[in-house]
C-alpha cells in the first residue's frame, strides 16, 4: 500500500557514466511489483519530488537508479549515506506477466534498463526470459550482473564499443527474425526507442508493454500533469494509470 | 483543544484548511494516504461544462523554492463530476467547492445553474494563466470581474460565490471590491503569478505551453501582501492562499485578514501537509492561548512610521 516511508540512505554511488545508484532503508518493509516507482523527497528549496523506478527491494532496502539530469539529481547524487529523505511508494501499476506468457523478452534503452531489472528479479525464476539492452557507449554499460540472469542477454552501443553496433530495437528483431518469439514484450527507454518498438510487434502482431516517463507534479493521479496521449484521443496519467501501458493503447 | 471551526458566507467549515483547486483532483486519491474528511474543504479541480484535455506537455517546471504548471483545465466536465464524484466527496464529510472556468459569460452562467444547490460553495475562476479562454480575460480588469462575477450569480440561488483573484493584475485592492460590487460572496486568492523557466541547452521553455502558473513557498509575500490590501478594501470574507507550507504561513494569512486558507503545492512536497498544518495550527493556538482561530483573522497591525 502506497505510503511516505521515511528513508535512511545506505548507499549512493556512481555505477556509470552519468548513472548512479542509490540505496534506502526504510523505516518498515514494503511490498512493490516490478516497474513501479517512488517519489523521492529532496528538501530544501526543491518542492517537487523526483519520481524514479524501482530497480531492486531486498527486505527493507530500496534501490532506485538514476541520470543525472538536472538540479534535482545532482542534489540527489550529493546525499551522504545517513541522510534521511521521504519517498512515496510504490506508485504507478507495474509489469504485470499473465500466467499464459511464458516467454518474455526484455527490450530496454538508457536509463529505462532498471524498471526491467526488477521484472528480471520478480519473474526469472518463473519466466524465460531474453534481455535486448542498448547503451550510448562502452562507459554507460551498466546492470550487467543483473541481465545476465536472464536466460539470454543481448547487450548493444550506439558506437559498437560494447557489443554490436545497435540499437535494443534493431537486437530484439535480429532475435525476432531467428524465429525467437516471444509470447509478450516489455520495454522501457527513450520515446523514439518506444516508437520505433511499437511500429515493429505492430508489424509482428506481438503483445507489448511499454513503461513511460514524464515530468510529475503529485506522483499520485490528483494533479493531472504527467499525462499521455491514448489512440482514442483521450489522455491517461502516467503515473496513476500508468507507468506501464499496453503499446497499442499509447500513441507515441 | 483550541476550536477551530470557521463559517464562510454561512457555510460553517470544521477548520479553516482547504486544498487548492488543480493540486487535488476530486480527493480520491490523497484519500488513499489520510482521510480527507479531517480537513476543511476541498476546491476541485477546475470545472467546465464539456470536458477539456488541457496543454500538451511537458506541463510542470521547478524553479528554485517555486514550481511552474500549465495543466490547461484539463477536466472532464462538470456533468461527469456530478454523476461521478460530488456524493462520494461529500460522503467524506469535507465542504465541498466547486472551482469553476468558461469561455464565455454564457458559459460561467450555465455552470453555475449546473451546480447551485448541489456543493457548498463555488469558486469562480477568472484568472486561470495557462488557457487561453480560461477566464483570465474576465480576471484582469475591474470591469470585467465585476461582469462575470453578476453573471455568474444570477445563476446562483442556493450556494454561495467565491470569486478567485488574480495576481497579474494592476490593483488587487481594486478587483477584489468589483467582485464585491457584482455580488460576490467572498473572495479568495492568490491564483498562481505568471512566469516562465528556461532550459538553457535547448533554448526554450521547459513547459510546452511557454509560460505557466507560479505557486509555491516562493510566493508566499506577495500573497500575504495581496490578501491584505484586498481584505482592507472589501467586507466579504477572504479566502487566502499562495505558498502555505506549514501551520505559521498560514496564520500569516489569517492575521492579514483571511478567514480562511488554501494548501495546493504543498501537497506535492508532502502529501500530509494538510493534516499537518491542522495539528499545527491547533498546537499554535493551544500555546498561544487562542481558543478560537476566528480570533486571528485581520488582527495585523501595521508598523507606525
Known amino acids: 500500500m502506497m505510503k511516505d516511508y521515511l528513508a535512511t540512505i545506505v548507499k549512493n554511488e556512481r555505477i556509470a557514466e552519468n548513472i548512479h545508484s542509490v540505496t534506502f532503508a526504510l523505516d518498515e518493509a514494503c511490498k512493490v511489483r516490478c516497474g513501479q516507482f517512488g517519489n523521492i523527497s529532496l528538501g530544501g528549496s526543491h518542492l517537487l519530488r523526483r519520481p524514479i523506478a524501482v530497480c531492486k527491494v531486498d527486505g527493507r532496502e530500496v534501490t532506485f537508479c538514476y541520470q543525472i539530469k538536472g ?119 527513450p520515446t523514439p526507442m518506444l516508437r520505433a518498438l511499437k511500429a515493429l510487434v505492430e508489424r509482428e502482431n506481438l503483445t507489448c508493454f511499454v513503461s513511460l516517463e514524464e515530468r510529475m507534479g503529485c506522483g499520485i493521479g490528483a494533479c493531472l500533469v504527467c499525462v499521455c496521449d491514448l489512440t482514442g484521443g483521450a489522455k491517461a496519467r502516467v503515473c496513476k494509470d500508468g507507468p506501464v501501458f499496453n503499446a497499442s493503447d499509447v500513441s507515441l | 483543544m483550541a476550536n477551530l471551526s470557521v463559517n464562510l458566507c454561512g457555510v460553517p467549515f470544521k477548520n479553516p484548511v482547504i486544498a487548492a483547486s488543480g493540486t487535488f483532483g476530486f480527493g480520491r486519491e490523497f484519500n488513499e494516504l489520510y482521510d480527507i474528511g479531517t480537513i476543511g474543504g476541498v476546491s476541485t479541480k477546475g470545472l467546465t461544462l464539456e470536458p477539456r484535455l488541457g496543454n500538451p506537455v511537458p506541463r510542470i517546471a521547478e524553479s528554485r523554492g517555486v514550481i511552474l504548471n500549465a495543466v490547461g483545465l484539463q477536466n472532464p466536465g462538470v456533468k461527469h463530476f456530478i454523476e461521478r464524484d460530488l456524493e462520494w466527496l461529500k460522503s467524506t464529510g469535507t465542504r465541498v467547492i466547486a472551482n469553476v472556468a468558461g469561455k464565455t459569460l454564457d458559459d460561467y452562467k450555465n455552470i453555475c445553474e449546473t451546480l447551485d444547490g ?118 466579504i470574507p477572504v479566502i487566502g492562499m499562495g505558498g502555505i507550507t506549514c501551520a505559521e504561513d498560514a496564520i500569516e494569512f489569517l492575521m492579514a485578514g483571511a478567514t480562511a486558507v488554501q494548501v495546493g503545492t504543498a501537497s506535492f512536497t508532502d502529501p500530509y501537509a494538510m493534516p499537518k498544518i491542522i495539528d499545527g495550527l491547533n498546537a499554535w493556538c493551544d500555546k498561544h492561548g487562542i481558543a478560537n482561530v476566528t480570533e486571528l483573522t485581520g488582527v495585523l497591525q501595521l508598523n507606525g512610521r
Open chain 1, 71 to 189: 538540479e534535482g539529481t545532482q542534489k540527489l547524487k550529493t546525499l551522504a549515506a545517513g541522510t534521511k529523505v521521504n519517498v512515496l511508494m510504490p506508485l504507478g501499476n507495474g509489469f504485470f506477466i499473465e500466467e499464459k506468457e511464458k516467454k518474455v523478452a526484455l527490450v530496454g534503452g538508457g536509463v529505462g534498463v532498471f524498471p526491467l531489472i526488477s521484472v528480471l528479479r520478480e519473474y526469472g525464476a518463473s519466466k524465460e526470459i531474453s534481455a535486448y539492452i542498448g547503451y550510448r557507449n562502452a562507459g554507460a554499460v551498466c546492470g550487467v550482473d543483473e541481465f545476465e540472469k536472464a536466460r539470454k542477454f543481448v547487450g548493444v552501443t550506439d558506437d559498437g564499443s560494447y557489443g554490436d553496433k545497435m540499437n535494443a530495437v534493431q537486437a530484439f528483431e535480429a532475435d525476432l527474425k531467428k524465429g525467437n518469439r516471444p509470447d509478450v514484450v516489455l520495454a522501457c527507454g
Open chain 2, 118 to 235: 448541489l456543493v457548498d460553495m463555488i469558486e469562480l475562476n477568472i484568472s486561470c494563466p495557462n488557457v487561453k479562454s480560461g477566464g483570465m480575460a474576465f480576471g484582469i480588469k475591474p470591469q470585467s470581474v465585476e461582469e462575470v462575477t453578476r453573471v455568474a450569480k444570477s445563476g446562483l440561488q442556493k450556494t454561495p460565490l467565491i470569486v478567485k483573484l488574480s495576481p497579474n493584475v494592476e490593483s488587487i485592492a481594486a478587483n477584489a471590491q468589483a467582485a464585491e460590487n457584482g455580488g460576490a460572496d467572498c473572495v479568495s486568492l492568490i491564483n498562481t503569478l505568471t512566469g516562465m523557466a528556461i532550459d538553457i541547452e535547448r533554448r526554450k521553455p521547459i513547459i510546452a505551453n511557454n509560460t505557466g502558473g507560479v505557486s509555491g513557498a516562493g510566493v508566499k509575500p506577495v500573497a500575504v501582501r495581496m490578501v491584505y490590501e484586498a481584505s482592507q478594501a472589501v467586507k
